[in-house]
């Protein structure tokens, strides 16, 4: 079975630029969790979805930040416009409800802005 | 707000020895779960721990969850270069949303062969 699949692994763009990461999920797991890390930190939560519903966005910076989980699989999170600030690792976990709410990630996108 | 911290936040250590990493909890926890993260890697849950007092073994690795359940501990037995990483426990609190997870910083372990 695939895990959490993500694309691209690695973006570098201008600063002022958009992008987009895109995040498939383990197949049945309905909860899908996007995630900042910095390096030598841990993961900060940006969105939190329950199927198609964003149940917890509070730490999304929304000036600039959006994401969406339309049909309640795959989801998108875009930055537009970029700041040289939001270079970071960009990880999607997902996890099934009732299984212990063990998260699954994603290998990451890598962001440079420069 | 509820915050974990984790301790140290770096150990380099000598294969063979010991290493131990330890969470501690601002509020009451419903469990803890800890993940680990390879250099350029991604974390990888390593273990759940939900009742209060609990010990859970994995071949070298030890995890306990106090009685309290406000702090965690994992220790590495005789450790090895495989072991190389970052240790992060995540919490979720005892009230409310169970399903957010509050991580610490890590505890980055370097082992030199």
């Known amino acids: 079975e695939a895990g959490v699949v993500q694309s691209p692994r690695y973006k570098i763009i201008e600063k002022k630029q958009p992008v987009a990461f895109w995040c498939n999920p383990i197949s049945g797991h309905n909860t899908l969790y996007w995630y900042r890390q910095n390096l030598g930190q841990g993961p900060e939560l940006l969105i939190r979805y329950e199927n198609e519903e964003a149940v917890d966005d509070s730490q999304l910076p929304k000036d600039r930040f959006s994401a969406e989980r339309l049909k309640g699989v795959d989801s998108t999170l875009k930055i537009q416009p970029a700041e040289l600030g939001d270079s970071a690792v960009y990880l999607c976990?997902?996890?099934?409800?009732?299984?212990?709410?063990?998260?699954?990630f994603g290998a990451g996108t890598r962001l440079s802005v420069l | 707000g509820q915050q974990v911290m984790q301790i140290p936040q770096y150990q380099h250590v000598q294969e063979g020895e010991d290493f131990t990493t330890y969470c501690n909890s601002s509020t009451t926890l419903s469990n803890i779960q800890w993940y680990k993260q390879r250099p350029g890697g991604h974390p990888v849950f390593l273990i759940q721990l939900v009742k209060s007092g609990e010990v859970k073994k994995q071949k070298r690795l030890t995890f306990q969850f106090g009685e309290a359940k406000k702090n965690s501990s994992l220790h590495i037995t005789a450790t090895q270069t495989t072991d190389v990483g970052t240790y992060f426990c995540?919490?979720?609190?005892?009230?409310?949303?169970?399903?957010?997870?509050?991580w610490g910083l890590g505890t980055s372990l370097a082992v030199n062969p």
């Open positions: 976990a997902s996890s099934f409800h009732g299984a212990k709410n063990i998260q699954y």
């Open positions: 995540a919490g979720h609190n005892n009230a409310g949303n169970n399903r957010k997870l509050i």
